[in-house]
T-cell receptor
Framework: NAGVTQTPKFRVLKTGQSMTLLCAQD?????MYWYRQDPGMGLRLIHY???????AKGEVPDGYNVSRLKKQNFLLGLESAAPSQTSVYFC????????????FGSGTQLSVL | KNEVEQSPQNLTAQEGEFITINCSYS?????LHWLQQHPGGGIVSLFM?????KKHGRLIATINIQEKHSSLHITASHPRDSAVYIC???????????WGAGTKLIIKP
């Protein structure tokens, strides 16, 4: 009954450090997404995946990489963190059919100093 | 012009009032989503619509495909309804979502 689980919930990085955010879903969803949300702004799509082994760039992909080696997991990597990447990151998943609702993780608050 | 526009941007109302939030879009869609985000909280999907009307508790969502317009209504509003309400549409590709900027709702006791 977990839904979409994001780890970690909070992280503080120094400029230039790397990290990986993990998104795991147990609903067998095909589509998975990584978004960032900045104060007072809407969600912006970083990368998405329409199935295991596939990924695609979204609206703001620079500075991020992703992998979907297993259907249930979607990883977001920051190779060299920058202060501009300070944000709240949300993972989401949904099934491919037209009636598919979105399910979101609880978010990761990332600060890059 | 944004492809998905919400109005109003901000709405403050008294407890018990009937609330309407609007979403207009300019692209062809396969579905429209309404979501809720509480301050500092996660995002919860409220409705997914492709036609007609859906109701869940005090929340009602309607969509008019011909007019490219959807509304989210809250009856007997309560302070716990205070949140940002977000509209998003699935385009023809279905997996891509286009997001509205959100409506910040405050319900005063």
């Amino acid at each position: 009954n977990a839904g979409v689980t994001q780890t970690p919930k909070f992280r503080v990085l120094k400029t230039g450090q790397s990290m990986t955010l993990l998104c795991a879903q147990d609903m067998n969803h095909e589509y998975m997404y990584w978004y960032r949300q900045d104060p007072g702004m809407g969600l912006r799509l970083i990368h998405y995946s329409v199935g295991e082994g596939t990924t695609a760039k979204g609206e703001v992909p620079d500075g991020y990489n992703v992998s979907r080696l297993k259907k249930q997991n979607f990883l977001l990597g920051l190779e060299s963190a920058a202060p501009s990447q300070t944000s709240v990151y949300f993972c989401a998943s949904r099934p491919p059919e037209l009636t598919g609702k979105l399910f979101f993780g609880s978010g990761t608050q990332l600060s890059v100093l | 012009k944004n492809e998905v526009e919400q109005s109003p941007q901000n709405l403050t109302a008294q407890e018990g009032e009937f609330i309407t939030i609007n979403c207009s879009y300019s692209v062809g869609i396969s579905a429209l989503h309404w979501l809720q985000q509480h301050p500092g909280g996660g995002i919860v999907s409220l409705f997914m619509l492709s036609s007609g009307k859906k109701k869940h508790g005090r929340l009602i969502a309607t969509i008019n495909i011909q007019e490219k317009h959807s509304s989210l209504h809250i009856t007997a509003s309560h302070p716990r309804d205070s949140a940002v309400y977000i509209c998003a549409v699935s385009g023809d590709s279905n997996y891509q979502l286009i997001w509205g900027a959100g409506t910040k709702l405050i319900i005063k006791p």
